[in-house]
């Protein structure tokens, strides 16, 4: 079993859309979990930290942790064409190291 | 502020041949320093962490390996290449803390 899995899309919603974007991990010890937003051709940016369990929000974005479940998500409200990207969910594992999952990729059609 | 420079941005090169990825940090001292490879439609994977000058982990068995000639600088390189080593390639850096890591812009590296 794979420690951090991602559904890997693609995602296609139309502008104005809820995204609603999941990863489920395997290791209940982990507590520290992010989001990054990975544009075509270019490096992945941090978008989204959270730690332990609960939301949290900034702007048009929510991170949702549940460790009950072992289930984190990214909502995007009012979907943007420039919100079309790679959304990858990463945490670190008990090596210190931090893991991605495989990336959803997102397109938001005008 | 931090910044890290990755170069070059798109790499063709033959198979057998050597490479040589190099990435610099810069804004910071004594970064942990990462090099990840991304495959077509996959996540990242670890290939070398380094936490000082010298100072080189491998994560993964493979054609490569990594040097840490100076406090910010991370290299790449390869003897020999193999058509399994396209990939997307990307440095990143952290400073011991639990807040991500910082990426570069990344090496698009074709073998043919």
């Known amino acids: 079993q794979k420690e951090v899995e991602q559904d890997p899309g693609p995602l296609s919603v139309p502008e104005g859309a809820i995204v609603s974007l999941n990863c489920t991990y395997s290791?209940?010890?982990?507590?520290?979990f992010m989001w990054y937003r990975q544009y075509s051709r270019k490096g992945p940016e941090l978008l989204m930290y959270?730690?332990?369990?609960g939301n949290k929000e900034d702007g048009r974005f929510t991170a949702q942790v549940d460790k009950s479940s072992k289930y984190i998500s990214l909502f995007i409200r009012d979907s943007q064409p420039s919100d079309s990207a790679t959304y990858l969910c990463?945490?670190?594992?008990?090596?210190?190291?931090?893991?991605f999952g495989q990336g959803t990729e997102l397109s938001v059609k005008p | 502020s931090q910044t890290i420079h990755q170069w070059p941005a798109t790499l063709v090169q033959p198979v057998g041949s050597p490479l040589s990825l190099e990435c610099t940090v810069e804004?910071?001292?004594?970064?942990?320093l990462y090099w990840y490879r991304q495959a077509a439609g996959r996540g990242l994977q670890l290939l070398f962490y380094?936490?000082?000058?010298?100072?080189i982990s491998s994560e993964v068995p493979q054609n490569l390996s990594a040097s840490r000639p100076q406090d910010r600088q991370f290299i790449l390189s390869s003897k020999k290449l193999l058509l399994s080593d396209s990939g997307f390639y990307l440095c990143?850096?952290?400073?011991?803390?639990?807040?991500?890591?910082?990426f570069g812009s990344g090496t698009r590296l074709t073998v043919v």
């Open positions: 959270t730690y332990s369990s």
């Open positions: 290791n209940s010890a982990f507590q520290y």
């Open positions: 990143a850096w952290s400073f011991r803390d639990r807040y991500g890591y910082t």
């Open positions: 990463a945490t670190y594992n008990q090596g210190g190291k931090l893991i």
């Open positions: 804004g910071t001292s004594n970064p942990n």
């Open positions: 380094s936490v000082g000058i010298g100072q």
